[in-house]
């Protein structure tokens, strides 16, 4: 059960309502998530601010920061975010079969994409600590040390989602992400 209110763009806080306004429009609807942040104006547009900084200034595509948002959750157990982040990845050309691969650490075929995300999944397991061969491995698949910080960027912003969503009791609203084997 939700800790907070669900708002709907009508019953936000007035100081809320243009954040919830953009993000509800960049997913399609207001989300559970997007209106129990809106509750609070600060979560709210901190997460907003959060999303548009990295869609403007990351030089990661759509596609690499789902994956990583991806594997952030699963690292955080979020039933939730795994659930959004599955359909994210999926609306960016990821089959469901990767996006499942991408939960469990490695994407078939793609190498470059598993150093990234091995990468984050060590961030978040060790809270911001990775090793030496973790970020030389990610430089050796074709990373630049620039990408490699704007995936801790991302990494933070899941984990802003992550713990919300533990925080709070975000209700599913949102089709489950396929069982792990």
């Known amino acids: ?9 009508d019953s936000a806080p007035e100081a809320s309502k243009e954040a919830l306004e953009r993000q509800s429009k960049r997913v399609g609807k207001t989300i559970n998530i997007f209106g129990a942040m809106a509750h609070s104006p600060a979560v709210m547009g901190l ?14 595509d759509r596609r690499t920061r789902e994956a990583i948002h991806l594997t952030i959750a699963n690292v955080n157990q979020c039933d939730y975010c ?3 982040y599955t359909g994210s990845a999926k609306a960016q050309g990821f089959s ?3 996006t499942v691969q991408i939960r469990k650490g490695a994407v078939d075929e793609d190498d470059k994409l598993t150093a990234l995300l091995a990468l984050a999944r060590e961030l978040a397991e060790h ?11 990610a430089l050796d698949a ?16 899941t984990v802003l ?7 709070v009791g975000t209700e599913l609203d949102l089709p489950a992400a396929p069982a792990l084997d």
């Open 1 to 9: 059960m939700a800790r907070v209110p669900i708002h709907d763009i």
């Open 47 to 60: 997460y907003d601010a959060a999303e548009e900084l990295l869609g403007e200034r990351s030089n990661l």
């Open 82 to 84: 795994q659930a959004a």
């Open 96 to 98: 469901e079969e990767q």
């Open 127 to 137: 809270k911001g600590e990775v090793a030496d061969d973790t970020w030389q491995a």
């Open 142 to 157: 074709g990373w630049s040390d620039v990408e490699l910080l704007d995936a801790y960027a991302d990494v933070v912003r």
């Open 161 to 167: 989602t992550n713990w919300f969503n533990h925080l």
